[in-house]
C-alpha cells in the first residue's frame, strides 16, 4: 500500500507532536490481509497501545465478546471471509457502544452510509496514510475514556421526552428507535433549544473535534432523525434547516409562535 507509510515515531505528527494514547488502552484489528494487519499491530504497540487481532469476522466476534471489559476501540475492515464486518458491526453494536472504525477498499458513498447507519464511529478508505489512521484511532479512544459532562437525566421539549441516562427517547407514548449517532444529534440539539449549530459544530459534538467526518455525514444523519421522528407524530419542523448554517432545535409547541410576528406572538 503505497499510501500507508511508517510514521515519524521522533516527530510524530505533522506538527511536531504526538499525543500519547491513554495509558492502558486496547485496541482489536480485524483484517484479513496478513501484511496489513500486522503492519497495523505492530504501529499500535509502537504506539503504546495493547493490540489484539483476529484475521476474520467470526474470529473478531469472539476475541470481541471475550475482551470487552478491556477494549477501548475496533478497527474493522468491511471485506472479511466468512461473515462480514458490516455483520460483525452490527453484532457488536448491538450489545455495545464501543468506537468502530471501519476500514474498506471500496469508496462508494453507499457502503459508507451503509456504515454509519449501523452504528460506526468513523469509516476510512484504503490505501490510507498510516498517520491518519493513528490519529483517528487516538481520537476515538479518548473519546471513549473522557467522560461527558453530566446533563439533566430528562429532557422535556413539548411532546418530546429524551431520559438521557437509559437513552430513551419517546414522542408522547410512542418509543423511538434511534441509533447512536442520530440519538447524539438529537441530544446535542435539544439540549439547548434555538441555537443554531454549524454542521462543524455537530460533527465535533457527535463524532468528535479529531475525526476527519464529511460534514454532508451530518445531513444524512439529520435527515434519518427527521424521519424518525415526524413517523412517531413529531412536527416535522422540530429540527430545522438554517440554510449555509446548519440547523437547531425548536421546542414542537413553540414552533408556530415562534414563527409569528412580534406583535402576533403577543396578542
Not at 500486522?38 to 470481541?64: F, K, Q
Not at 474498506?104 to 490505501?127: C, F, H, N, T
Not at 413539548?158 to 427517547?169: A, H
Request: proline residues 6%; aromatic residues 4%.
Amino acid at each position: 500500500m503505497e499510501a500507508m507509510r511508517p510514521i515519524d515515531h521522533e516527530n510524530g505528527t505533522a506538527s511536531g507532536r504526538r499525543t500519547p494514547p491513554v495509558e492502558g488502552a486496547t485496541v482489536l484489528v480485524v483484517e484479513d490481509d496478513p501484511t496489513l494487519l500486522s503492519t497495523l499491530a505492530y504501529n499500535l504497540s509502537r504506539e503504546g497501545y495493547s493490540v489484539l487481532t483476529a484475521a476474520d469476522g467470526e474470529s473478531g466476534l469472539v476475541t470481541a465478546r471475550r475482551e470487552m471489559d478491556r477494549l477501548d476501540l475496533v478497527v474493522l475492515d468491511v471485506m472479511l471471509p466468512g461473515i462480514s464486518g458490516f455483520q460483525v458491526l452490527r453484532q457488536l453494536r448491538a450489545a455495545s457502544d464501543i468506537p468502530i472504525l471501519m476500514l474498506s477498499a471500496r469508496g462508494e458513498e453507499q457502503d459508507r452510509i451503509d456504515g454509519l447507519e449501523l452504528g460506526a464511529d468513523d469509516y476510512v478508505i484504503k490505501p490510507f496514510a498510516l498517520r491518519e489512521l493513528l490519529a483517528r484511532v487516538r481520537a476515538g479512544v479518548r473519546r471513549r475514556a473522557v467522560p461527558a459532562a453530566q446533563p439533566p437525566s430528562v429532557l422535556f421539549r413539548g411532546p418530546l421526552r429524551i431520559e438521557l441516562e437509559r437513552r430513551r427517547v419517546m414522542v408522547a407514548e410512542t418509543e423511538v428507535q434511534l441509533r447512536p449517532k442520530e440519538y447524539g444529534l438529537l441530544t446535542a440539539l435539544a439540549l439547548e433549544p434555538g441555537k443554531v449549530f454549524t454542521r462543524q459544530d455537530l460533527l465535533d459534538a457527535v463524532w468528535g473535534e479529531e475525526v476527519i467526518v464529511d460534514e454532508r455525514t451530518v445531513d444524512v444523519h439529520i435527515s434519518w432523525l427527521r424521519g424518525k421522528l415526524t413517523d412517531a407524530g413529531l412536527d416535522s419542523s422540530t429540527i430545522r434547516t438554517v440554510y449555509g448554517v446548519g440547523y437547531r432545535f425548536v421546542v414542537p409547541d413553540d414552533a408556530e409562535v415562534e414563527d409569528q410576528p412580534p406583535d402576533a406572538a403577543s396578542a
